[in-house]
């Protein structure tokens, strides 16, 4: 077993009041792992506060657990001195907002499945082998002691089926599968975490049949791209949070090995997102725009004029893409 | 164990010449299953032919082995004489279509999970515990002592797999995810798998496009529908395999628990698909205009005037909506 496994769940028993830290523009995983270690050091009897520098997308909150999750001003509002800071899911500080502020005064932890995480916390168990950092919580929580009842098995096994698509991409391994059976044996419902993604409006039809309308292939076909601006968000009466699975559908074309999507729902302010197939490493693309991620599927966000800024990732996106082909098929 | 499970095994052991019958319309579990019970008996040494009266949808041939299925008229034209004709995931004898003149004149077996079936075979193994027949065949495979490769895994692991709606629906169980997790343990590969849905074509997003402007309710929003004409389809340069997942694509809209999809693709002869979310039984009206299926997911074919078909099913569905509406809430 993992020295600094051992060392944070040493620290965590001893612990009373424990801030539970995800990452800014939070995803399934880190919200599933947040709420599931909140959830299961308050079973343990202690005072746990779970804290996300972002504003959470509204249908993360078909979870009614998702209230627990406090902005950093209300927690700093609220006078609530942690003795322990765990950190979940987020490969470098800058990833968790002002919450920064908390770390250096009392003892860290950081738990994550990145290979592009900077070990900032005083324990790091950092362990790319896992498909989603819910898992590592699950070890974690089991490790404590936390009884699970149906609804802590749903909201972890909820970060294991979006950070595996659903249990689709080639993260999806025996580890993942054999830990989904574990959490569905203890109650653990996949329809309620489905819904997530099934209480589409109309208009997200329309918003998609906008970035079809503006989808441009480059590499013949092997790169597909769209965008979305905030004049798209604004005349189909969107937000952001209506376009989270857009890039999945730009992923889905035929033949495509990298898909890019960019959404500009700050004006100014560009979301980028890649996602690949087969063997193009997007994590390289997204530290290079001074983002991060996996291999299949990582970010960055920039700044400036959404044409402009489409033109240059294209243009760095197909020099990585030939210089990543020759290495690939050499 | 089940008796007929047992008897099934046994013929299979003494049989020499197998015919593994799927049926028409064939969805990914039949083409799963029809594929691994057929492999597995080849892996045997025996002659096992995999026949489906019905042209296979083209994604499915993702999976080279689908070559392996014939049509009626190839098995007929080969002189192919079994000794014992294996069916499955098949509820009544017109869904394998013009196989059924390979019935009685030689034993057969009927391996199937939907509650719908009239066990018409010699041998009936029906258990609609089994949230897909693959995992039926899986066992059936285990008993018979075939040895799983990657290949066979992968194909077995595709029936659970899409008629869970990718580990989704509420069938997506302890039992199925056990299995699965035997079947990647064994080398399955679910990322193959979810190619099948990863190759979507341009015009596929028009056709969905039109799908949506075609969209109507009843009921406030909780029944849902749409059509494609004949017209919409060539318009679109596609084919009705193009909107195989568009019932999918209805039931995730926000608030409604019946979505209901209408594909005119000869014209005159409609496909007729049911979703339900959460207690409407779709087979029972499924049932009820001459088609079959499951619960939350059924289906039927009408010959008639497009337009006129959707007003009597409509008519049909709000009636029934009602009637189960006072049951289940009473």
């Known amino acids: 077993m993992n020295r600094d496994f051992l060392s944070i769940v040493g620290e965590l028993n001893l612990a009373k ?11 399934g995983d880190d919200i599933s792992s947040v709420l599931s270690a909140t959830i299961g050091l308050q079973k343990l009897g202690k005072e746990a506060i779970a804290g996300i520098d972002w504003k959470i997308p509204w249908y993360f909150y078909e979870f009614e657990e998702t209230s627990l999750i406090k ?12 003795d322990f800071v765990l950190i979940l899911d987020a490969s470098s500080p800058d990833r968790i907002g002002k919450f920064q502020e908390f770390l250096g005064n009392v003892p860290s932890a950081v738990i994550d499945h990145h290979g592009t ?3 900032f916390g005083t324990f790091n168990w950092v362990d790319t082998k896992f498909g989603s950092t819910a898992q590592m919580v699950l070890r974690l929580n089991g490790e404590l002691g936390v ?7 749903t909201i972890n096994l909820m970060g294991i089926a979006t950070d595996t698509g659903f249990f689709r ?15 569905v044996s203890m109650g653990g419902k996949p329809y309620l975490i489905s819904r997530l993604f099934e209480n589409k409006r109309i208009e997200q039809f329309k918003l998609l049949s906008t970035m079809i309308e503006h989808l441009r292939t480059e590499n013949d076909g092997k790169i597909v791209y769209s965008y979305l601006s905030k004049n798209d968000y604004e005349k189909n009466n969107c937000t952001e949070d209506d376009s989270g699975g857009f890039v999945g559908e730009l992923r ?16 100014g302010e560009i979301h980028v997102s ?3 197939r087969d063997w193009f490493d997007c994590s390289k693309l997204a530290v290079l725009l001074g983002g991060g991620g996996h291999p299949r599927a990582a970010g960055c966000t920039l700044r400036g004029e959404l044409s402009v800024i489409i033109e240059e990732v294209i243009r760095e996106a197909k020099i990585m893409y030939s210089s990543q082909y020759s290495s690939v098929k050499s």
Not at 18 to 23: A, D, I, R, T, Y
Not at 147 to 153: C, I, T, V
Not at 171 to 181: L, P, Q, Y
């Open 17 to 27: 009041r424990v801030l539970v830290v995800g990452h800014i523009m939070p995803d």
């Open 71 to 82: 902005r950093y001003e209300e927690v700093k509002e609220s006078g609530f001195s942690p």
């Open 117 to 119: 995480n900077t070990f």
């Open 147 to 153: 009884q699970y009842d149906e609804r802590l098995a």
């Open 169 to 183: 991409y080639t993260n999806a391994d025996e580890i993942v599968f054999s830990d989904a059976t574990k959490l």
């Open 252 to 267: 889905s074309i035929q033949g495509i090995e990298l898909a890019i999507f960019f959404s500009e729902y700050e004006r």
């Open 274 to 276: 890649f996602r690949s």
